[in-house]
């Protein structure tokens, strides 16, 4: 599945927390979330939403920055065809106060499932 070989992926690139639920006791971290999928003669694409946490907005507009070149390089590994960054945005929940920024992929990749 292609979301637990990104979460695999990125937990060896960063120095946070990368999941897809937050952890308790971290103000940095990354969630992943797939926001939709499609195939095609056996070739998937899974749109991912990445979202960088930091304690303040500039923290997590630097995460941002980091999962952004350790995304372009995840297009380097054995079932990965590209990797195109659609957009990125302030994702700031005002509610919680909680800094994040989002960015949205477009995986295209050969492995099965989501």
């Given at each position: 599945?292609?979301l637990?070989?990104?979460?695999?992926?990125?937990?060896g690139?960063?120095?946070v927390?990368?999941?897809?639920?937050a952890p308790?006791s971290t103000?940095?971290y990354v969630?992943?979330?797939q926001t939709?999928?499609?195939?095609r003669n056996?070739?998937?694409t899974?749109?991912?939403?990445?979202q960088?946490?930091?304690s303040?907005l500039?923290?997590?507009i630097?995460?941002?920055?980091?999962?952004?070149?350790?995304?372009l390089?995840?297009?380097?590994?054995?079932?990965?065809?590209?990797?195109?960054?659609?957009?990125?945005y302030?994702?700031t929940?005002?509610a919680t106060?909680?800094y994040?920024w989002?960015a949205v992929y477009?995986?295209?990749?050969y492995?099965g499932?989501?």
């Amino acid at each position: 599945m292609i979301l637990f070989k990104l979460i695999e992926y990125l937990t060896g690139k960063l120095d946070v927390y990368v999941g897809v639920s937050a952890p308790e006791s971290t103000t940095g971290y990354v969630l992943i979330d797939q926001t939709g999928s499609s195939s095609r003669n056996h070739i998937m694409t899974a749109t991912v939403a990445v979202q960088s946490y930091g304690s303040t907005l500039e923290n997590a507009i630097r995460l941002n920055e980091q999962v952004k070149a350790e995304m372009l390089s995840f297009a380097s590994e054995d079932e990965v065809a590209s990797v195109r960054l659609e957009t990125e945005y302030n994702f700031t929940n005002t509610a919680t106060k909680q800094y994040r920024w989002q960015a949205v992929y477009s995986i295209t990749h050969y492995l099965g499932g989501i």
